[in-house]
């Protein structure tokens, strides 16, 4: 159904099908329920809207907020696209009546933050878009109710973090986009019983740590997006718990410190037959200097072994001085035993004489 919209927005209708008594300044197709008013510089949602319409059409317009009022008695919606407006504040129960939803695009808007019962009323909705606006928190209260939902995208938005369990009432979920956020750390709870993630893309962030426990319960992970970040170092253990049949995984434009730990992660992942790291080849050092800008897949082989080339040169080395310094104390207990005898030998020399 989702996949037919590109279609029903390019159909001209008919003369025949259109409404006669539809709001000023949209367009109202009957044969299909469905209320087009883009670009009319809208101050505010359209009212006496027919309650069979099934698809809403309010892209760029001068919307400001949405409240209770705004979609009252629209049961039969299922398509509601919001983007490219003005939005800075949804209020509390805006989407009550909305129960049939099943999209719904609030994307290029001016949301600060999500109502605590933002998803009451939202059980039916699928796809929910809300990129490019200002948020710069997630609570769990607001979107507890969406538990249909299968893809969500928070992307370019100002979050630093996320609440702990945000996501546990999307147990539906295939599809999570965070990239372009401000998230600094991956907190173990954060993607909790999202068991049907397929795709969780959190590139282009400010992400320099992860917890080990982080992705534990993605059994269905595919693609696991980590590409311009923070990160300089990773834990095997992270990935390792990572239980599914395939995951790939992308990872490049982070600042690695290239050493024989990083070295030894990524062998062990390389190694693991169900994870991927498709850009490999494309990972540069960012440190230490003498390795800043080279190909990791170019030194990778040379990093255990220098390091052991210099554990071996300071075993050597610790070896060669506790040697010297049994030497020395060999020497030194070998000298004093000839001067104690020498002392011994003096008196019996008088009485001799």
């Not at 992705?215 to 599914?244: E, G, P, Y």
């Not at 070295?263 to 498709?278: A, E, P, Y």
Request: glycine share 4%; hydrophobic share 40%; with cysteine.
């Amino acid at each position: 159904m989702l996949e037919l919209l590109p279609l029903l927005l390019i159909i001209v209708p008919s003369y025949s099908n259109i409404v006669q008594n539809c709001p000023n300044f949209c367009l109202c197709y009957e044969s299909s329920n469905l209320v087009e008013c883009r670009n009319q510089n809208l101050l505010s949602v359209p009212h006496h809207l027919s309650h069979s319409t099934w698809m809403l059409d309010l892209r760029h317009n001068n919307l400001s907020r949405l409240d209770p009022a705004s979609f009252q008695a629209l049961w039969s919606l299922r398509i509601l696209l919001l983007s490219d407006n003005r939005i800075e504040k949804v209020s509390p129960r805006s989407f009550r009546s909305l129960g049939f939803l099943e999209r719904l695009d609030l994307s290029y808007n001016q949301l600060s933050s999500l109502p605590f019962d933002f998803s009451r009323g939202l059980g039916s909705l699928r796809e929910l878009r809300v990129p490019s606006n200002r948020l710069t928190v997630l609570s769990y209260e607001s979107l507890r109710h969406l538990e249909s939902l299968e893809k969500l995208d928070l992307s370019k938005n100002f979050l630093a973090s996320v609440e702990q369990g945000a996501f546990r009432g999307l147990s539906r979920l295939r599809h999570l986009h965070l990239q372009s956020n401000l998230l600094y750390a991956i907190r173990g709870g954060y993607f909790f019983m999202l068991q049907n993630l397929e795709l969780l893309d959190l590139s282009d962030n400010n992400i320099s740590s992860i917890a080990v426990e982080s992705f534990t319960s993605l059994h269905s992970l595919r693609l696991l997006a980590l590409s311009d970040n923070q990160l300089s170092h990773l834990k095997f253990k992270t990935f390792i718990n990572i239980q599914t049949p395939s995951t790939h995984m992308q990872v490049s434009g982070n600042p690695w410190v290239c050493d024989c730990d990083l070295q030894r992660v990524f062998g062990k992942i390389n190694s693991v037959r169900h994870l991927h790291i498709d850009d490999y080849e494309n990972l540069t050092c960012a440190g230490p200097p003498q390795l800043l800008g080279a190909a990791l897949d170019s030194v990778d082989s040379q990093l255990c072994v220098a390091e052991t080339a210099t554990v071996l040169v300071i075993t050597i080395t610790v070896l060669v001085t506790v040697i010297a310094a049994i030497v020395m104390a060999e020497r030194n207990r070998k000298k004093n035993q000839d001067k104690n005898w020498n002392e011994l030998d003096g008196p019996f020399e008088t009485q001799d004489k």
